[in-house]
C-alpha cells in the first residue's frame, strides 16, 4: 500500500508555514449493578473488583509509591508541568465549541488549535496526567484542577445538549468539534479532510473514567456514560459492514481503545449498549486474520491498531469468546520480536513493516512513542491473563530504553517536552516538545505511571508477584502488608525487599529477567536459597513471612550483544536490561570488530571498558551510553560487525570468516560457546567446529587446519 502523509509530517509543515490511558488500574467486575455507584468519600479511588478472568491483579496506583531515582526523577519533571499547565487552556477548544466563554485561553497549541481536526485529544490525556498525579501524590491541589476541568466539561456537555450548533444528534455528545467529523466518517471521507473522531472521543472518555476511577470524581462517570449513549445512538444503527470499512480507513478510521473504554465504561453502569456499542468496533477483517494467527500488518498504521487489542481482551473478559484473546495474544507475537528494534519500540513512520525487516528500516522515524505505550499497556493487559515473563520481559525493555528515554531531562512548564518518534539509524538524534499531538498526549501519561506493574497479586491474593526492580513501596491493606524495595536500577545493584509491616503464608514471585544469564543468587535474611532461577521465568519463595524479613536479590549484568533479524551484522549492544548508544556525529553506520580481543571467558568486556560513570563504557574510540539519559546528542543504537577473518587474539589464521545459511559465523558459533575452561577446551571447541565447517563445504581442507593452527598458537589467557 502506498503511504499517505504521516501526522508527524503534516505538523511539520503546519509549523514552517506558521513561522494511548492506561487502563483503569482496578476495573469492576463483568456484572456490575446498572444503576450508577455513589460517589465515594473525597479523593477516594474506588473500590472496585478485577474480572474473574485475570489470574494476576494489579495494585491500585496509589497503593504503589516510587522511590528515590531515575525513574522518580522524570516522574517529578512531569508533576511540575502537571501542576503549572493552565486548566483554562485545556478547556479552551471545548468551550469555543460549546458556544462558552474561553475566558482569554489559547488552546495549547500543535494538533490541539482552534480549528485542528484532532483537538480535543490532548484535553483526555491532560486529566489522565493529572488523575494519576493525584493518585500518587495526594497533593489537594491538583484534585482541585481535575474536578474543575471535569466540571468545565460537564458544562460544555450540557450547553452543546441544550443549543449546539448544530445541534448534536444524542445529548451526550461532547468533542472540541462540531459533530460534523463522525457524520463525514460515516460516508467513508478520508484523512486529511478529517482526522481521527473516534480516536478523539476514546482519550476524552478515558481521563473521564480515570478522573473517577482514580480519583473518585462521580460527575466524571456521569459524563461519560452519556458520551457511551452517544456513540451507541451513533454506531448500533450502521450495518457492520460499513462499520468494517469505516475502521479500515487509513487514520480517519483510528479509533485508538474505543473498545476497551466502552467495555469498561460498562463494567461500572451495567448498560448492555455500552457493551454494545463496544463490539461495534471489532475491526473484523484484521480481528479474523490475528485470530487465526495470520499475520497481514506490513504497511498497516501501528498505532491505529496496537490499541484495539487491548479493546478484544476486555471484550473477551465481559464476553468470553476466544476469537478476541486469541486474536491479542497472536497479534503481540507478530510485533514482539519480528518487529521490534532494541529499545523495545516498532514501526517506521507510524506504519508496521515486514517481518524481521529491522536491519532494513533503521532510519530517523522509528518507534512512535505511541506505540510502545499501547504495546506495554497490551503486555500487561495479556500477563494478567496469563502471567508469562515473556510480556514482562518486553514490558521492561520498553519502559527502560524507550518510555525512560522518552522525557528529556530538562524542566519545564510549558511543554511536556517528550519525543514522538526515536530513530534507530546511525547518528539520529532525539527530538522533544510535542505539545498537542499524539505522542505529547500519551507521553504525559508515561510518567505518572511508572510504579503500575512493579507488583501484581494473584487474584486469590495468596501470591505477590515482583516484576520490576524500582525502588518503590507497596501497601496491601488486605493482608495489611508493607513492603519495601530499595533499588538503583537500571544501574546494577542488589535488590532488597524487606517486609517493613505485616506477615503471613506467602508465595513471593520474583522474575528472573530473560538477560540475566550470569545467574541469580537471592537470599532471605542473608541465607542463601536454593532457586534454580532461570532467565525468562519466575522464581517463588514460599514462606511464612515476618515483619523485619529481607529478601536480597543480585543479577549481575553482562554486557551483550543483539543482531538484526534480517542481518546478523547489524547489531546493538546491552549491559544487562540496559540499551547502550555510540556517541558519534557520524551519518553512517559504525563499524566494530570484538573477537580478536576475546579471552577464554568470551565476553566483551575485553573490548568494551567501563568508562567510569555508572552505565558508561567506552569501544573503538566512542562513549558508549545508556539510552534513558534523555539529552539531544547524536546516537547510534545499532552498528555493523565486522569480522572478516578467524583470528585468535593475536593468532591470525588468514581464512575468511565465513557464515552458514542462518548469517552467523564461525566466530560467532564458537563464542558462543564460552565461557572455556581452559585452553584445551578452547581448542577441542575449535576442532569440532571447524570439522563441522569443513563438512558443509564452508572451509577447505587446509583452512580448516589453518584455523586450528592459529587456535593453538593464541594461547588465550582466562
Not at 522524570?74 to 503549572?84: G, I, P, S, T, W
Not at 550470569?518 to 521465568?537: D, I, K, L
Amino acid at each position: 500500500m502506498s503511504q499517505p502523509p504521516t501526522r508527524r509530517r503534516l505538523l511539520r509543515l503546519a509549523a514552517g508555514t506558521a513561522a494511548a490511558t492506561p487502563l483503569a488500574y482496578a476495573v469492576p467486575a463483568a456484572h456490575a449493578a446498572p444503576a450508577l455507584p455513589a460517589a465515594p468519600g473525597e479523593g477516594a479511588a474506588l473500590p472496585v473488583q478485577a474480572p474473574s478472568t485475570w489470574a494476576v491483579q494489579p495494585f491500585p496506583l496509589d497503593q504503589v509509591t516510587l522511590g528515590d531515582g531515575v525513574f522518580r526523577r522524570k516522574r517529578d519533571l512531569m508533576l511540575e508541568y502537571a501542576r503549572a499547565y493552565p486548566a483554562d487552556r485545556i478547556l479552551a477548544v471545548f468551550r469555543a465549541n460549546a458556544g462558552l466563554d474561553t475566558r482569554g485561553a489559547q488552546p495549547p497549541g500543535g494538533w490541539e488549535t482552534s480549528d485542528g481536526n484532532l483537538r480535543g485529544h490532548f484535553g483526555g490525556h491532560f486529566l489522565t496526567l493529572v488523575a494519576q498525579a493525584y493518585a500518587d501524590t495526594r497533593e489537594a491541589a491538583l484534585k482541585t484542577k481535575l474536578d474543575y476541568l471535569v466540571g468545565a466539561l460537564g458544562e460544555c456537555q450540557q450547553a452543546l445538549a441544550d443549543h449546539g450548533s448544530p445541534r448534536p444528534s444524542h445529548p451526550g455528545y461532547l468533542a472540541a468539534y462540531p459533530e460534523t467529523q463522525f457524520i463525514l466518517l460515516e460516508s467513508y471521507t478520508t484523512y486529511p479532510t478529517i482526522w481521527a473522531p473516534y480516536y478523539t472521543c476514546h482519550k476524552i472518555m478515558r481521563g473521564l473514567l480515570d478522573a473517577h476511577t482514580l480519583t473518585g470524581n462521580q460527575q466524571a462517570l456521569t459524563i461519560a456514560s452519556k458520551m457511551g449513549d452517544w456513540v451507541h445512538s451513533r454506531l448500533s444503527r450502521l450495518p457492520q459492514a460499513q462499520l468494517e470499512r469505516m475502521w479500515s480507513i487509513y487514520i480517519a478510521g483510528e479509533y485508538g481503545g474505543m473498545n476497551e473504554v466502552l467495555a469498561d465504561l460498562y463494567a461500572f453502569t451495567g448498560r448492555a449498549e455500552h457493551l454494545a456499542a463496544a463490539r461495534c468496533f471489532d475491526n473484523t477483517a484484521l480481528l479474523e486474520a490475528c485470530s487465526e494467527n495470520r499475520d497481514i500488518l506490513d504497511g498497516r498504521h501501528a498505532n491505529q491498531h496496537i490499541p484495539q487489542f487491548t479493546g478484544y481482551l476486555r471484550l473477551f473478559d465481559h464476553t468470553g469468546e476466544q476469537e478476541y484473546a486469541a486474536a491479542a495474544r497472536n497479534f503481540w507475537g507478530m510485533v514482539v520480536g519480528s518487529r521490534t528494534y532494541s529499545l523495545g519500540g516498532t514501526g517506521q513512520g507510524e506504519m508496521f513493516r515486514a517481518r524481521n525487516a529491522i536491519a532494513a528500516t533503521l532510519a530517523d522515524n522509528n518507534a512512535e512513542t505511541c506505540a510502545t505505550y499501547n504495546m506495554l499497556k497490551l503486555s500487561r493487559q495479556l500477563f494478567f491473563h496469563t502471567p508469562d515473563a515473556a510480556y514482562m520481559d518486553h514490558y521492561e525493555r520498553g519502559l527502560t530504553n524507550h518510555i525512560l528515554a522518552s522525557r528529556r531531562d530538562v524542566r519545564s512548564t510549558g511543554s511536556p517536552e517528550v519525543t514522538y518518534f526515536v530513530g534507530m539509524g546511525p547518528g539520529v538524534v532525539r527530538e522533544y516538545g510535542n505539545t498537542g499531538t499524539c505522542c505529547g498526549g500519551t507521553g504525559m501519561e508515561n510518567h505518572t505511571k511508572y510504579q503500575d506493574s512493579v507488583y501484581f497479586r494473584s487474584a486469590d491474593g495468596n501470591a505477590l508477584y515482583v516484576n520490576l526492580y524500582l525502588a518503590s513501596t507497596l501497601r496491601w491493606p488486605e493482608r495489611g502488608l508493607v513492603v519495601d524495595q530499595t533499588s538503583d536500577y537500571p544501574a546494577e545493584g542488589v535488590r532488597t525487599l524487606t517486609f517493613r509491616e505485616g506477615g503471613g503464608s506467602l508465595d513471593l514471585k520474583l522474575r528472573v529477567p530473560s538477560w540475566a544469564t550470569g545467574g541469580v543468587t537471592v537470599t532471605v535474611n542473608g541465607v542463601p536459597q536454593p532457586t534454580g532461577a532461570v532467565p525468562g521465568s519466575y522464581l517463588t519463595l514460599s514462606r511464612n513471612w515476618q515483619r523485619g524479613d529481607r529478601v536480597a536479590v543480585s543479577a549481575p549484568y553482562r554486557l551483550r550483544v543483539e543482531r538484526a533479524l534480517d542481518d546478523p551484522t547489524v547489531q546493538s549492544v546491552f549491559y544487562g536490561p540496559v540499551l547502550l548508544v555510540a556517541r558519534s556525529q557520524a551519518t553512517g553506520l559504525r563499524t566494530f570488530s570484538f573477537y580478536k580481543d576475546f579471552t577464554l571467558r568470551g565476553d566483551l568486556a575485553a573490548s568494551v571498558r567501563p568508562e567510569g560513570r555508572p552505565l558508561h563504557f567506552t569501544t573503538h574510540g566512542l562513549t558508549l551510553a545508556p539510552f534513558h539519559i534523555a539529552d539531544d546528542a547524536r546516537y547510534h543504537a545499532y552498528f555493523r560487525r565486522s569480522e572478516p577473518v578467524v583470528v585468535f587474539g593475536t593468532a591470525t589464521s588468514g581464512v575468511p570468516n565465513r557464515a552458514r545459511a542462518d548469517g552467523l559465523t564461525f566466530l560467532d558459533v564458537l563464542w558462543a560457546q564460552a565461557p572455556f575452561a581452559s585452553q584445551s577446551g578452547f581448542l577441542d571447541a575449535v576442532r569440532v567446529l571447524a570439522d563441522g565447517w569443513l563438512s558443509q563445504g564452508l572451509f577447505t581442507r587446509a583452512e580448516r587446519d589453518a584455523v586450528v593452527a592459529a587456535a593453538v598458537r593464541a594461547n588465550l589467557r582466562r
